[in-house]
């Protein structure tokens, strides 16, 4: 027998049909080195094993314990029996019942003071422990002694396997044994110098030691060659890969001077901060290169830049808060002009600064955050905090940077104006009273422009000292109208300061722009930049040219992006870029985004002409059949540069003229396959083969991804300050099932939210009308019990899914029946008519309901700064990125938000260990890389993204990071010196093995 065809003999010929069968089904173990490579998930000792007072409820256990008691009871009037055994170890009791005629064999073997191993389902009866029907194997049985049954075991470690109901673990240790002889047989797949200088021991003395290991130290070599084995072979197949995109004939997208990328930089008024550059130059060499490029990059828009949620932001209807803002909010930018947010980027907690400028005002910001500033000697920049901070004086010692004011815009957010701007104004500057006492009403505040100057001239012509042409000022006012003054000022394009006087009054001297000074004369320097401590933030990014808006005091603030270069650049070289957004909104949100970026520059009829620019356009589904035909056009011909779309763009019907470089937004959003239909249109005019460049991009990477940054498959940029998480949320775990009195303090809170005039969600896995639980059943049949996927129907998960998920319409009936009732309770799912969905939505926004129980359809897009808590049901069905998006929903308004999740899984499950992890941190790159050390990472060369079919059985990708790295070195050298692995036979042989057809296609495909 050779060596191969010894590892891949069938289990059937060596154990026979009906334990190979329940391997194939439960655990698809096939072969003998299937079971070779199933590990015991862990070693028990003597003492260990014996600890019944830790015994978890509902938890599927392995025990070794005595016996100290056994007795048969008749029920039913004698016409049944049962056997009772107790078992004990000194630390707790434990008792097993077995029924009917079940009793028989056990009633024999399980006497008192016998050893035995028993495994079953923990439960409570009588408020006792106890394990029903158990599998047992008795320990002394083949001892000649039991002293000599008990010596033999304290002197083993005994191997815990990943095993299933139909299948113990210490049945699978049997199997193990028969094929245990077979390891010797192992092709060793590490070349012999990687094995010597790295110290590690052959395969098939790790395949023995792992298995039936004489000692701990034994263990920990087996491990430490294991995950070499897995780690070095994987990396072999991913540098392998490398070297063949090396060799794939990709076009060189060299930076062009004097292009369409040199016009948008010199319309864009500030200069690159030095992350941005830095990511620009990783992105543009790779660009450059004659094989594709593959990049990751983290923390695209709005990335860093951030402000506390109680700063404000300019819309056309007054200040709001940032802890407002959401996609799709109208602000005010420098310029005068409107322009919608595109998008909002919770940072979480950070260190909070303030510039303080010379008129007194002051901003609050993080140190990542740009300004637009001016100085003598370098004219107009964008300039981060810290740069500030860094460089904030002139040789003179004067303030070396000011900023400019916004332009004076028309508001229109305070309600009636009843009284005259004017004579209001000259009342208050007179020491009388309007509507809101000494201070200026709303409606005045949130004004045209006209009428805040005639309120104002109003004051200061009763209350004022004229200084001078367009300045004067206002004496002894109380503080409140003291303030409003120099707010009027500041929004009319001037500049007030505010200094106390006797008896507490302020005089405020103001100075107002007119005809013959420009803006630049009111500009205010920065004074100082003060540390205030840590804050929650946030940032936005706003859809226009200037990437700028207005915020606190009327100071000129910004926000740019990355992407939109690298696809100016490769449209500069004669090709074409291809934006993929997963949904129209989000593509006519870039494609709006770009165009107002470039301005004339996204109107041009020729690529890469520098002049007239190029064009811009947008295909998605929903497009009429003119404007479709029209950009297909444009794609084919060459007229379009840049197209930005949704899955439309991967149809068959589109072709490109020569597309150089693919952008992949949300990356997660999209499988393989989608990514890779849309880089197999990259052929040139000619019909030859061009795999375009690819730049993925995303802020919350899936385990997956996080798995393949660690591997080193995606090359990876981060801008500084990557996205850490929503907004400050206290969230929790309520555990439904152990501590129902939790679930009813939590209709409590949400009660108390509502007295204090807040709003409140409740979030269901399911709609819960006819068609829902057509599809649900119909779901289920296909994604359980499938025969060839590992079983885990003697899970906690599994066993708590046989309940169907919580559904809308259900819960929201019996919460307005319950524990909710007088509170106003609608609810809101996708199979709604839009209608109904918009008026559902107003409402609440509105105010005019208290509770909406939903769906996952408010998981983005909702923003309703008045909503404080959310309840989100079987919080175990749930995502954990999915969770992480639901809460960004509570927490957007001045009020703290608050979430919780409910679950009725095992407290000691996985399930109730990953909600545990989600309430702990609000870091949205940290949940992945938790999500990854729980949910496994998926088969890292296929397709599934779940756990269930990773192809890593040691390797553990967060704690191992080290190994990977090692093995990544060690597999390139060797392919660079070997791309044919010719001098490496059974390095060959299992990367055959490791590579199936599937995984072979998806490696290709990248």
């Known amino acids: 027998m050779g060596c191969v065809a010894a590892l891949d003999e069938p289990l059937k010929k060596i154990l026979g049909g009906t334990t190979a069968k329940v391997l194939a089904e439960h655990l698809d173990l096939h072969t003998v080195g299937d079971l070779l490579h199933h590990y015991p998930r862990r070693y028990a000792e003597r003492g260990e094993l014996t600890r019944l007072a830790d015994l978890p409820l509902d938890e599927h256990v392995t025990v070794v314990a005595q016996v100290a008691d056994a007795r048969v009871l008749t029920f039913n009037h004698g016409r049944g029996q049962r056997l009772e055994v107790t078992l004990t170890d000194g630390s707790g009791r434990l008792q097993l019942v077995f029924f009917g005629k079940g009793i028989h064999k056990p009633h024999k073997e399980l006497l008192p003071g016998k050893r035995a191993m028993f495994a079953g389902k923990v439960s409570l009866f009588n408020r006792k422990l106890q394990l029903a029907h158990p599998e047992y194997q008795l320990l002394d049985r083949d001892a000649e002694s039991e002293a000599g049954a008990v010596d033999a075991f304290a002197n083993q470690l005994m191997p815990i396997y990943p095993a299933c109901q139909q299948m113990a673990s210490w049945k699978l240790a049997k199997a193990v044994d028969a094929v245990l002889p077979s390891a010797r047989d192992a092709v060793d797949p590490l070349p012999a110098a990687l094995r010597e200088g790295r110290a590690l021991i052959p395969l098939p003395e790790a395949l023995l030691k792992i298995h039936r290991p004489g000692s701990k130290a034994d263990i920990a070599d087996a491990r430490a060659r294991l995950k070499w084995d897995e780690a070095f072979v994987l990396q072999v197949a991913l540098a392998r890969r490398r070297f063949a995109e090396t060799q794939l004939p990709a076009v060189p997208r060299a930076v062009t001077e004097g ?94 600064w303030r510039l303080v400028l010379s008129d007194g005002s002051s901003v609050e910001c993080d140190d990542e955050h740009l300004w637009i500033v001016a100085s003598r000697a370098t004219g107009e920049r964008v300039l981060t905090t810290r740069e500030l901070r860094a460089d904030p004086r002139d040789g003179d010692g004067l303030p070396k940077w000011s900023i400019a004011p916004a332009t004076p815009v028309d508001l229109d957010g305070g309600g009636a104006r009843p009284d005259d701007p004017y004579r209001m104004g000259r009342t ?135 992407a939109l270069r690298a696809m100016l650049g490769v449209v500069d070289s004669g090709g074409q870029a291809a934006m993929l957004a997963p949904t129209e909104v989000l593509a006519q949100q870039h494609h709006r985004s770009v165009t107002e970026m470039m301005g004339e520059l996204a109107e041009g009829g020729m690529l890469g002409g520098s002049e007239q620019g190029t064009k811009v356009v947008l295909l998605t589904g929903s497009m009429g059949v003119a404007a479709r035909r029209q950009a297909l056009l444009d794609l084919v011909t060459g007229e379009a540069g840049i197209v930005i779309g949704t899955h439309a763009l991967i149809e068959d019907v589109v072709q490109f003229h020569d597309l150089g470089l693919v952008v992949v937004d949300e990356q997660h959003r999209f499988g393989v396959e989608q990514r890779d239909a849309l ?57 439904a099932k152990d501590k129902p009195h939790f679930l009813a303090r939590t209709w409590e809170r949400v009660r108390e939210e509502v007295a204090a005039g807040h709003q409140a969600y409740v979030v269901c896995p399911r709609i819960g009308d006819d068609e829902d639980e057509v599809a649900a059943k119909g779901g289920k049949k296909g994604a359980a019990g499938a025969k060839g996927a590992p079983a885990t129907a003697s899970s ?91 809460r960004g929903r509570v927490g957007r308004g001045s009020a703290p938000g608050l979430c919780l999740l409910v679950s009725e ?98 490696l290709d495909k990248g």
Request: charged fraction near 25%.
């Open 259 to 352: 292009g369409i990328l040199d016009a948008f930089d010199a319309r864009l008024p500030f200069t690159l901060t030095d992350g941005q550059r830095k990511v620009s130059r990783e992105i543009f060499d790779d660009l450059a290169t004659e094989h594709p490029m593959h990049r990751l990059l983290q923390g695209e828009v709005g990335s860093g830049k951030a402000q506390p949620l109680d700063a404000l932001v300019l819309t056309p209807r007054g200040f709001r808060p940032m802890g407002e803002m959401a996609v799709g909010t109208e602000v005010v930018v420098p310029s005068g002009e409107t322009a919608l947010v595109d998008g909002v980027f919770p940072q979480g907690e950070r260190e909070v």
């Open 428 to 562: 208050l500057g007179e020491g009388g009273a309007g509507p809101a006492g000494r201070t200026v009403p709303d409606a005045y505040r949130n004004a045209p422009v006209k009428d805040r100057r005639a309120l104002l001239r109003g004051l200061l012509d009763a209350g004022s000292v004229r200084t001078g042409g367009t300045t004067a000022v206002l004496r002894a006012a109380p503080a409140p109208l003291a303030a409003d003054v120099a707010w009027l000022a500041r929004s009319l394009g001037g500049t007030a300061r505010t200094v106390r006087v006797r008896d507490g009054g302020h005089d405020v001297r103001v100075a107002l722009p007119d005809d013959s000074t420009g803006p630049d004369a009111f500009r205010r320097a920065v004074e100082s930049v003060e540390y205030v401590g840590r804050k929650p933030v946030r940032c936005i990014s706003v859809a226009h040219p200037s990437r700028a808006y207005v915020t606190d005091h009327f100071t000129v603030t910004h926000n740019t992006m990355v």
């Open 679 to 735: 880089r197999g249109k990259g052929n040139g005019s000619q019909g030859e083969k061009r795999t375009p460049h690819l730049l993925v991009m995303t802020a919350t990477p899936i385990p997956r991804t996080v798995a393949m940054t660690v591997f080193g498959d995606l090359e990876t940029s981060v801008l500084d300050q990557l996205p850490a998480g929503r907004s400050p949320i206290a969230s929790h775990v309520v555990p």
């Open 796 to 886: 906690p998960e599994d066993i708590a899914e046989k309940r169907p998920p919580l559904a809308v319409l259900d819960v929201a009936d019996q919460l307005a029946k319950g524990p909710l009732e007088g509170l106003r309770v609608a609810v809101l799912h996708g199979r709604m008519a839009p209608d109904d969905k918009d008026a559902v939505m107003r409402r609440f926004t509105a105010g005019e309901l208290d509770v909406l129980v939903a769906t996952t359809v408010i998981e983005v897009g909702v923003n309703v700064p008045n909503a404080t808590v959310m309840v989100i049901m079987d919080a175990d069905r749930f995502g954990v990125s999915q969770l992480h998006q639901l």
């Open 905 to 1002: 899984m095992p407290e000691a499950s996985p399930a109730r260990a990953r909600l545990a992890a989600v309430a702990a941190t609000l870091d949205g790159f940290e949940l992945s890389r938790i999500d990854l050390e729980q949910r496994r990472e998926g088969d890292v060369l296929g397709q599934a993204q779940s756990g269930v079919r990773s192809s890593l059985r040691m390797l553990a990708v967060i704690e191992d990071e080290e190994v990977i790295a090692a093995a990544r070195e060690e597999a390139t050298a060797v392919v660079a010196a070997d791309p044919g692995l010719t001098g490496y036979p059974e390095l060959r042989t299992a990367l055959s093995a490791l590579l199936d057809d599937e995984r072979e296609q998806y």
